[in-house]
Protein backbone atom coordinates (compact mmCIF):
# COMPACT_ATOMS: atom_id res chain seq x y z
CA UNK A 1 0.00 0.00 0.00
CA UNK A 2 1.47 3.62 -0.62
CA UNK A 3 -0.13 6.61 0.50
CA UNK A 4 0.85 10.08 -0.41
CA UNK A 5 0.27 13.65 0.47
CA UNK A 6 -0.43 16.63 -2.11
CA UNK A 7 2.54 18.08 -3.14
CA UNK A 8 3.57 20.10 -0.33
CA UNK A 9 3.43 23.77 -0.55
CA UNK A 10 5.87 24.92 2.40
CA UNK A 11 8.69 23.37 4.11
CA UNK A 12 8.64 20.65 6.93
CA UNK A 13 10.95 19.86 9.39
CA UNK A 14 10.41 16.45 10.93
CA UNK A 15 13.03 15.19 13.69
CA UNK A 16 12.59 11.89 15.47
CA UNK A 17 10.61 8.69 15.74
CA UNK A 18 7.95 8.72 13.72
CA UNK A 19 5.31 5.94 14.14
CA UNK A 20 2.72 4.21 12.03
CA UNK A 21 -0.69 3.69 14.00
CA UNK A 22 -2.16 1.07 11.91
CA UNK A 23 -5.73 -0.66 12.66
CA UNK A 24 -5.41 -4.00 10.81
CA UNK A 25 -7.07 -7.25 10.92
CA UNK A 26 -4.37 -9.98 9.32
CA UNK A 27 -6.18 -13.49 7.98
CA UNK A 28 -2.85 -15.20 9.61
CA UNK A 29 -2.02 -15.65 13.07
CA UNK A 30 1.33 -14.26 12.84
CA UNK A 31 2.47 -11.77 10.06
CA UNK A 32 4.88 -8.75 9.41
CA UNK A 33 4.55 -5.15 8.52
CA UNK A 34 7.08 -3.20 7.37
CA UNK A 35 6.26 0.73 6.84
CA UNK A 36 8.82 3.04 5.15
CA UNK A 37 8.78 7.02 5.17
CA UNK A 38 10.09 8.25 1.33
CA UNK A 39 10.45 12.11 0.21
CA UNK A 40 9.10 11.56 -2.89
CA UNK A 41 10.60 14.69 -5.42
CA UNK A 42 9.05 16.53 -7.94
CA UNK A 43 11.09 14.87 -11.02
CA UNK A 44 9.92 11.62 -9.63
CA UNK A 45 13.02 10.46 -7.44
CA UNK A 46 11.90 8.87 -4.00
CA UNK A 47 14.30 8.24 -1.35
CA UNK A 48 13.95 6.38 1.90
CA UNK A 49 13.88 8.69 5.24
CA UNK A 50 12.36 6.04 7.77
CA UNK A 51 11.79 3.00 8.55
CA UNK A 52 10.04 0.34 10.89
CA UNK A 53 9.06 -3.45 11.09
CA UNK A 54 6.90 -5.62 13.28
CA UNK A 55 6.49 -9.29 13.50
CA UNK A 56 3.13 -9.65 14.95
CA UNK A 57 4.11 -13.00 17.07
CA UNK A 58 6.51 -10.62 19.20
CA UNK A 59 4.46 -7.32 18.79
CA UNK A 60 5.11 -7.36 22.88
CA UNK A 61 8.47 -7.99 23.33
CA UNK A 62 11.25 -10.40 21.22
CA UNK A 63 11.66 -12.71 24.37
CA UNK A 64 6.90 -13.58 24.27
CA UNK A 65 5.62 -15.26 21.55
CA UNK A 66 1.39 -14.23 21.31
CA UNK A 67 -0.42 -14.79 18.22
CA UNK A 68 -2.89 -13.42 17.15
CA UNK A 69 -6.84 -14.59 16.16
CA UNK A 70 -6.89 -14.15 12.24
CA UNK A 71 -9.58 -11.82 10.67
CA UNK A 72 -9.88 -10.05 14.28
CA UNK A 73 -9.22 -6.11 14.15
CA UNK A 74 -5.74 -5.47 16.06
CA UNK A 75 -3.93 -1.83 16.77
CA UNK A 76 -0.20 -1.73 16.39
CA UNK A 77 2.47 1.17 16.91
CA UNK A 78 5.10 0.71 14.63
CA UNK A 79 7.65 2.77 15.92
CA UNK A 80 10.34 4.08 12.90
CA UNK A 81 14.41 4.58 13.29
CA UNK A 82 15.56 7.90 14.31
CA UNK A 83 15.57 10.41 11.37
CA UNK A 84 15.80 14.24 10.11
CA UNK A 85 14.49 15.29 7.28
CA UNK A 86 13.89 18.52 5.55
CA UNK A 87 11.05 17.87 3.07
CA UNK A 88 10.78 20.91 0.65
CA UNK A 89 8.26 22.86 -1.57
CA UNK A 90 6.86 20.44 -4.26
CA UNK A 91 7.93 17.06 -2.73
CA UNK A 92 5.43 14.19 -1.48
CA UNK A 93 5.75 13.00 1.82
CA UNK A 94 4.68 8.90 0.85
CA UNK A 95 4.34 6.07 3.28
CA UNK A 96 4.60 2.44 2.46
CA UNK A 97 3.11 -0.36 4.32
CA UNK A 98 4.06 -4.04 3.28
CA UNK A 99 3.92 -7.34 4.98
CA UNK A 100 7.25 -8.70 3.75
CA UNK A 101 10.59 -6.87 3.22
CA UNK A 102 12.85 -10.48 1.97
CA UNK A 103 15.73 -10.87 1.47
CA UNK A 104 16.47 -7.70 4.35
CA UNK A 105 14.14 -9.39 6.63
CA UNK A 106 13.87 -13.33 7.08
CA UNK A 107 10.05 -14.99 5.65
CA UNK A 108 7.13 -15.15 7.87
CA UNK A 109 5.38 -18.02 7.10
CA UNK A 110 2.05 -16.52 8.26
CA UNK A 111 1.20 -20.22 9.76
CA UNK A 112 2.50 -19.17 13.48
CA UNK A 113 4.84 -22.27 13.34
CA UNK A 114 8.79 -22.13 13.56
CA UNK A 115 9.65 -20.34 10.38
CA UNK A 116 12.66 -21.73 10.02
CA UNK A 117 12.29 -25.54 10.29
CA UNK A 118 8.63 -25.73 8.61
CA UNK A 119 7.85 -25.89 4.81
CA UNK A 120 4.15 -24.56 5.09
CA UNK A 121 3.09 -20.98 4.15
CA UNK A 122 0.28 -19.12 3.65
CA UNK A 123 -0.59 -15.75 2.14
CA UNK A 124 -1.28 -13.36 4.83
CA UNK A 125 -4.78 -11.02 3.64
CA UNK A 126 -3.93 -7.70 5.39
CA UNK A 127 -6.91 -5.25 5.69
CA UNK A 128 -6.25 -1.59 6.72
CA UNK A 129 -8.80 0.21 8.59
CA UNK A 130 -9.10 4.06 8.36
CA UNK A 131 -13.35 4.27 9.82
CA UNK A 132 -13.90 6.43 12.46
CA UNK A 133 -12.83 4.79 15.80
CA UNK A 134 -9.83 3.11 14.13
CA UNK A 135 -8.50 5.48 11.92
CA UNK A 136 -4.50 3.88 10.56
CA UNK A 137 -2.33 7.02 10.91
CA UNK A 138 1.08 8.41 10.19
CA UNK A 139 2.60 10.69 13.11
CA UNK A 140 5.62 12.69 12.16
CA UNK A 141 7.68 14.45 14.52
CA UNK A 142 7.41 17.69 12.67
CA UNK A 143 9.21 21.10 14.60
Given at each position: ?R??T??????I???????????T??S???TD????IV?EEP?G???E????????R???G??K?E??E?N?????????GPT????KP????????TS??F?????NH??????L???K?V?A??TVFH??????????P??
Open positions: MYRSPLKKLLIVGNPVVVLYAPAPDFHVRDCKALISSGAIRLHQNLYELIPQPIKLEIKMACLFGHIIRLEISDPSYDRNTGGNDFEDMIKQQAGMESHLKLVL
